[in-house]
């Protein structure tokens, strides 16, 4: 009976969590966690404190003995913590004014004070000086099916502006503020072989790996803030010099919010979603083209992924005090940048928004282990947020798109990653804090980006679309692996192609994913001889003599082509005459070489390896074509111009 | 009235002088040929017999660039070296090139002649470099007070807002280019006193700048903004041909070369026009009063 009337209770408060409102009819994810916010902000000591209900349902078979939470801000508490240690230990101004998160109470649902069984722990490094991750033994384990309920009462102490949290003078960006549950993974979940906890310490190259929540927060601030947030706010009330705003969110990875003083905020609409844009009052002339980016990834990301199904959403361009919090996702919250000046032609606003917005799908939607899998996150986003940028800005100029120069956002990721000279130190397949020399942005976002343009050339665009819809459909809320997305890609090409690239798509994982190797076609050589005789035979019936009458005009020509990196790809290769006839070949790339032969009237004039520049790995496109004539005019005509500016701008300087 | 005379005056005299033009855009061409031709040499050597060089006809690509790797760092290094070097080779040869044209283009020249030309500019060279030495350092120092320092200034205070710092940095360039006719001014005035007063020093060719330009400052700045306004257009218009221009043949190729050279002929003939009108202003006065020579 008492067990009963406890669920019942339990039940009960569940309800009060979830019932305020409801945003989507349907709840979209499963809801595995829920957060029941209240909070002041204290904009003289610079803190957030309050109280938070939150739950967890075990929902795997296992008998969980107790739970793990995030304490983020504890990360900036001093320069001996992991994130600290591995941004080279250099907090800079911020160590005189740090952030941190005090937990000062702790219960369960029985009021039981659960502190005394908390205790901070370092799964990643040992470090002991971190205290990012706590965990909690429960009095009584959490059967299959039972709902683990904690009331905490906290402080979070916010720094001076630090990856993309903090303060500065009355600017306050809130993110990782909150004690947040880590991710209980049952055996076969992932690449769990038993169930555990999935808990990372805050890293200084990682984010995100929440399970899908809903949130109800109510915030108090000054009455002259402008507040926005993740969540749909529900009311605003007024009390005194104070304002409490209450937010709802749901089916989302993370909370955060913003409050400030100079803030303009506006409205827009993309079908059934309404579009909050935060932006200082001065940059009115960024609204119209940040409202632009984000409809234009939206309905990008809705035709080719699949839908956006929040009907709320925000999105923040920070003042340059805050500058600090641009470029950061938070599902329905994400940040941008932009200035009071902004030329045109840059397409800095644009690209960085639509980056951030993309990651409601990549991270957002499909939540992937930012910590252990960033490729799946940043690296996948990257890459819609290049389709993106060309389609909406110029194939030839999604990021500059000036007359004198035009850079595609394409090749930005490219060139990145081919001109590291760390481009081979380690794969992409591992954890984010493992990433040495410097290689995290490059690896997860360029070099990801850049196999995938690489499988698109392979398989072609509709193909790829067809995966990343599959994707979306599969495993959209919940937590796929870099293995289920692998999984996605053999069954869709399969169904898209057969058997044309082979039985799975494997062979393309293991070079570009997992290995570390380079990929590197080139034409070594073009070489045409004229026909001999073969000596010592005399013309008759059955020699090829007789099937060529003008032998002194024939000639066997021969195109040689190498690999000269360790990736193997299949290439088309366009073989162009002296006769202006053409041939496309396909080579499977296997060989260290190979050589087309030809004999007839006609001489090779030219060939080119991966003419359309597909094969976006290739580390140099340069060796990728040879020819008789060179075409010099085109490399003149640049040196010609170059040489006018020169005596132009001498002509100017002199007096 | 007088700022037309000097203008109107100025132009014959420059057009008169169309064969120190020639001089000067021919030296000036071999001076910048001299290291853009082996870059060019360079680069069709880095690139090869590869045909990536074909998605050049459809603008600069960057892309191209890198994909040379080690080479392409060697090229833009060769290249910036290559410009600083031609400034510096290409001032120390304005200072002697000046002194020709101011030379040529008082009144009563007549015919041209080369060896004179070259003579006056043998004979004002040291004077002509340190003066052109002294301005260029005003001229960078003013550029440092008006646009560089505020811009740090504006960039890192929390204090001052985005459209305040724009404005500061805006209006910092701005009274950067109101002012800059005026150390041209000094220059060319003092320039134009010691083609007349050979024997006197440079320290007083420029003090006679300074007065001469702040007491005829009107007349003097006035006469500079159509000079100024010719050369933005001009400057528009190369850069506005050039970047839209892309020819395919060797034939349009070499109509480039010839038309971008022509508009550079016309660059320095303004610039001689400029010299000329100065010359007219600086003549004028000596008629007037005739102290004035005796600085």
């Not at chain 1, 600290?84 to 941190?100: I, L, M, R, T």
């Not at chain 1, 529900?234 to 104070?242: K, Q, R």
């Not at chain 1, 013309?539 to 003599?545: G, L, Q």
């Amino acid at each position: 009976m008492r067990k009963t009337l406890i669920s019942l209770a339990c039940l009960f408060l569940i309800i009060q969590i979830v019932s305020p409102q409801i945003i989507n009819k349907v709840p979209l994810s499963e809801r595995i966690t829920g957060y029941k916010i209240n909070v002041t902000l204290d904009t003289d000591a610079k803190t957030v404190g309050g109280n938070l209900e939150a739950f967890w349902i075990n929902k795997s078979s296992d008998t969980v003995p107790d739970i793990r939470m995030h304490l983020y801000m504890n990360a900036f508490r001093s320069n001996r913590t992991t994130f600290y240690k591995e941004s080279g230990g250099s907090p800079g101004e911020n160590e005189k004014d740090p952030g941190w998160i005090e937990i000062e109470s702790f219960h369960d649902k029985n009021d039981v004070d659960l502190l005394p069984m908390m205790e901070f722990i370092r799964p990643d490094d040992g470090n002991s000086e971190d205290k990012t991750v706590i965990r909690v033994l429960l009095p009584e384990p959490a059967l299959p099916g039972d709902t683990v309920f904690v009331k905490i009462d906290f402080v979070t102490k916010l720094p001076s502006a630090i990856r993309r949290t903090g303060y500065t003078d009355n600017y306050f960006f809130v993110a990782q503020w909150f004690p947040k549950f880590g991710v209980y993974e049952p055996a076969g979940m992932r690449y769990a072989t038993s169930g555990g906890w999935n808990c990372h310490q805050f890293h200084a190259n990682s984010e995100f790996y929440s399970n899908h929540s809903v949130y109800d927060v109510k915030i108090k601030v000054p009455e002259s803030y402008v507040t926005g947030s993740g969540g749909q706010l529900i009311s605003e009330t007024l009390d005194g010099e104070m304002k409490t705003l209450v937010f709802r969110a749901e089916d989302i990875v993370d909370f955060a919010w913003t409050a400030w003083t100079d803030y303009a905020s506006y409205n827009d609409k993309w079908r059934d979603v309404n579009i909050i844009l935060l932006i200082p009052k001065e940059r009115i002339k960024q609204v119209g083209r940040q409202f632009t980016a984000v409809k234009n990834a939206l309905e990008y990301l809705d035709q080719n992924v699949g839908p956006y199904p929040w009907p709320h959403l925000t999105f923040v361009d920070p003042p340059s005090i805050g500058a600090g919090a641009g470029g950061m996702e938070y599902t329905t919250l994400f940040t941008s940048v932009s200035s009071y000046f902004m030329p045109d032609f840059l397409h800095i606003p644009e690209l960085v928004t639509i980056h951030e917005f993309g990651h409601a799908y990549f991270m957002g939607m499909l939540a992937s282990n930012e910590f252990e899998e960033p490729w799946l996150d940043e690296g996948v986003n990257s890459y819609w947020e290049e389709r993106i940028m060309d389609h909406y800005y110029g194939k030839n100029s999604g990021v500059l798109d000036h007359r004198m120069l035009k850079i595609p956002d394409i090749t930005y990721s490219r060139l990145s990653y081919v001109l590291s000279p760390s481009r081979q130190v380690i794969s992409n397949n591992e954890y984010s804090w493992n990433y040495p020399h410097g290689t995290y942005s490059m690896m997860s976002y360029l070099k990801t980006a850049t196999w995938l343009h690489t499988l698109e050339g392979i398989v072609g665009q509709e193909t790829m679309n067809n995966i990343f819809r599959q994707y979306y459909k599969k495993w959209a809320f919940r937590h796929p692996s870099g293995r289920d997305f692998v999984n996605v890609v053999n069954e869709v090409v399969r169904i898209d192609h057969w058997d044309k690239f082979g039985p799975d798509m494997n062979w393309f994982f293991d070079q570009t994913l997992y290995g570390t190797g380079i990929c590197d076609y080139k034409v070594s050589g073009i070489i045409n001889r004229k026909y001999s005789k073969p000596a010592g035979k005399t013309e008759s019936a059955d020699t090829v003599i007789t099937f060529w009458p003008h032998s002194d005009s024939l000639y066997t020509s021969t195109a040689r082509l190498e690999r000269a990196g360790e990736i193997m790809l299949p290439v088309d290769v366009l073989i162009h005459f002296t006769d202006g006839s053409e041939l496309l070949e396909s080579w499977d790339g296997k060989a260290r070489y190979k050589d087309f032969k030809y004999t007839g009237y006609r001489e090779i004039q030219w060939v080119k390896i991966d003419p359309d520049f597909k094969i976006r790995m290739d580390v140099n496109f340069n060796n990728n074509s040879m020819t008789k004539d060179p075409p010099k005019v085109p490399l003149h005509q640049l040196i010609s111009k170059i040489t006018t500016f020169v005596q132009y701008f001498l002509s100017v300087m002199l007096l | 009235m007088r700022i037309y005379n000097s203008l109107r005056t100025g132009i014959f005299r420059a057009l008169r002088s169309w064969k120190s033009v020639l001089i000067v855009w021919f030296i000036m061409f071999i001076l910048v040929s001299v290291f853009m031709y082996p870059l060019r040499s360079s680069a069709d050597s880095a690139f090869g017999t590869s045909m990536i060089t074909e998605k050049l006809s459809a603008g600069f690509d960057i892309e191209i660039f890198a994909d040379l790797g080690p080479l392409f760092k060697s090229l833009v290094s060769f290249f910036l070296s290559g410009i600083l070097m031609a400034y510096l080779a290409g001032f120390i040869l304005n200072s002697f090139l000046t002194g020709g044209l101011f030379n040529i283009v008082r009144e009563n020249k007549g015919q041209f002649s080369g060896r004179e030309f070259f003579r006056a500019g043998a004979l004002n060279f040291w004077p002509f470099l340190f003066i052109s030495l002294i301005v260029t350092i005003v001229i960078i120092l003013l550029g440092l007070v008006l646009v560089r320092i505020p811009s740090l200034i504006a960039g890192a205070s929390e204090t001052i807002s985005e459209k305040g710092a724009f404005y500061i940095v805006i209006s910092g360039i701005v009274v950067f280019l109101v002012i800059i006719p005026l150390p041209v001014l000094i220059a060319d005035y003092a320039r134009a006193w010691k083609t007349v007063n050979a024997n006197s020093s440079c320290f007083r060719a420029l003090g006679f700048g300074f007065s001469y330009t702040f007491r005829n400052f009107l007349s003097s700045f006035f006469t500079m903004v159509p000079l100024i306004i010719f050369q933005i257009i001009l400057g528009y218009l190369i850069l506005t041909i050039l970047s839209g221009w892309r020819p395919v043949t060797g034939g349009g190729l070499f109509l480039l070369l010839i038309i971008s050279q022509l508009m550079l002929c016309f660059r320095i003939l303004l610039k001689v026009w400029r010299y000329a009108s100065i010359t007219y202003l600086f003549e004028g006065s000596i008629k007037a009063d005739p102290v004035i020579n005796n600085f």
